[in-house]
């Protein structure tokens, strides 16, 4: 079966460090999504991707990058973690034009020290 | 003001209660209208979707979109122990557009 698979599931990081938290999907999706989730804010996009080198920034992007080169992967990357950045962290695909209809991934809880 | 308006809860039910999700929202543009639930400790997954204004029905579920109000209601009956998740509404302005979450209700249904 197709799936996503979020790496690590947990991690714990101090200030100042960079981190980076895998994504790979089985769903030959060509639109890949980064969210973080927080209590009183649910879901915000952190960057998403419509395909292979093209990436595009969502509404709470800095201090986050990513890259695209390859179809199955999307690794986010914390620059320099920071402790408003501890989070649960989930990776997500849609297929073709349609945005509505996204696949998770299980997320990864990020606690910046 | 946040886009997209929803109560966070906690919402606690008994079983085969009818149970009633809401949303509001500010931006007339948007014309996909999503529910998600999601489990403890899980990543989000697709419950419903409804384009443009009206109602649609799957199972024990009912979506209704009333865009004159900016108003979406997720409708449960015969709710089961196994409706407790958190559920999260989303919107989009088109089919390719980047969805705008709210945060989510928590529901518990007691047995």
């Known amino acids: 079966d197709a799936e996503i698979t979020q790496s690590p599931r947990h991690k714990i990081t101090e200030t100042g460090r960079q981190v980076t938290l895998a994504c790979h999907q089985t769903w030959n999706h060509n639109n890949m999504f980064w969210y973080r989730q927080d209590l009183g804010h649910g879901l915000r996009l952190i960057h998403y991707s419509y395909g292979v080198q093209d990436t595009n920034k969502g509404e709470v992007s800095d201090g986050y990058s990513v890259s695209r080169s390859n179809t199955e992967d999307l690794p986010l990357t914390l620059e320099s973690a920071a402790s408003s950045q501890t989070s649960v962290y989930f990776c997500?695909?849609?297929?073709?034009?349609?945005?509505?209809?996204?696949?998770f991934g299980p997320g990864t809880r990020l606690t910046v020290t | 003001q946040k886009e997209v308006e929803q109560d966070p809860g906690p919402l606690s039910v008994p079983e085969g209660a009818i149970v009633s999700l809401n949303c509001t929202y500010s931006n007339s543009a948007f014309q996909y209208f999503m529910w998600y639930r999601q489990y403890s400790r899980k990543g989000p997954e697709l419950l419903m979707y409804?384009?443009?204004?009206g109602n649609k029905e799957d199972g024990r579920f009912t979506a209704q979109v009333d865009k004159s109000s900016k108003y979406i209601s997720l409708f449960i009956r015969d709710s089961q122990p196994s409706d407790s998740a958190t559920y999260l509404c989303a919107m989009g302005r088109t089919s390719g557009s980047r969805l705008t979450f709210g945060e989510g209700t928590q529901l518990t249904v007691n047995p």
């Open positions: 997500a695909t849609s297929a073709g034009t349609s945005f509505h209809e996204q696949y």
């Open positions: 409804t384009y443009s204004s």
